[in-house]
């Protein structure tokens, strides 16, 4: 199994531009989470969905940030302008599905995509 | 709102040495706890996890964590740890009743050192 995939693995870009970044969770799973990752503020959810619905997104920032899974086999994450303090590592993650709505089941995480925003 | 607790936020320790890294957590509802470990630029891979059952729980790799209701903590502990275990360990929680959501702790750095 190739696991979770996340693309690209770094992005340099300037303060402004926008931001793609990608995700290709394992296959068969349905539940997919993006986390940022910063010195500061540790490890946050930004976002997570269930079967292709987002089911919750209270972790977004704000309204820079938007995601989307059009179908369950990929998510893309952007940030539209970016902002230097949108710098940080960015996870995908996805679990099974099971009875209690995906409850207690094991997140499998990307490599992740470092961003950088100048 | 649940909430994860990390004291620590490194932990020196020397090969073979045991070591116990902190996990408090809180809650109002029931909750299922979980073990993460990051290695140096990759993504959190699943260590360990208490769902029910027995209140000690075991790893592949020699750790073990310990499910204290009455006192809120889920400590994890390696009796004699390696160079190989130099990594940083996050503790979770998610609710017992529906979604897949976690709360993680912000981490501890564990380096082991010759």
């Known amino acids: 199994d190739a696991g979770v995939i996340q693309s690209p693995r770094h992005e340099v870009t300037e303060m402004g531009q926008e931001v793609t970044l990608r995700c290709k969770p394992i296959?068969?799973?349905?539940?997919l989470f993006w986390y940022r990752q910063t010195m500061m503020r540790g490890l946050e959810l930004l976002i997570y969905?269930?079967?292709?619905?987002?089911?919750?997104d209270s972790g977004m920032p704000e309204d820079r940030f938007s995601a989307k899974m059009p179908n369950a086999s990929f998510s893309t994450l952007k940030i539209q302008p970016s902002e230097p303090r949108d710098s940080a590592v960015y996870f995908c993650a996805s679990s099974f599905p099971s009875v209690a709505g995906g409850a207690g089941e094991t997140q499998y995480f990307g490599p992740g995509t470092r961003l950088l925003v100048l | 709102a649940q909430s994860v607790t990390q004291l620590d936020s490194q932990v020196p320790v020397f090969e073979e040495a045991p070591v116990e890294l902190r996990c408090n957590y809180s809650s109002s509802v029931s909750v299922y706890l979980f073990w993460y470990v990051q290695y140096p630029n990759q993504g959190l891979q699943l260590l360990l996890k208490?769902?029910?059952?027995?209140?000690l729980v075991e790893s592949i790799n020699g750790f073990e964590a310990e499910f204290n209701k009455s006192q809120t903590s889920f400590h994890l502990r390696k009796p004699s740890v390696h160079i190989s275990d130099t990594a940083e360990y996050f503790c979770?929680?998610?609710?017992?009743?529906?979604?897949?959501?976690?709360?993680f702790g912000t981490g501890t750095q564990l380096k082991v050192e010759l």
């Open positions: 296959s068969g799973h349905n539940s």
């Open positions: 979770a929680v998610s609710t017992t009743g529906g979604g897949n959501k976690l709360t």
């Open positions: 208490y769902l029910s059952g027995s209140t």
């Open positions: 969905f269930n079967n292709n619905v987002p089911i919750d």
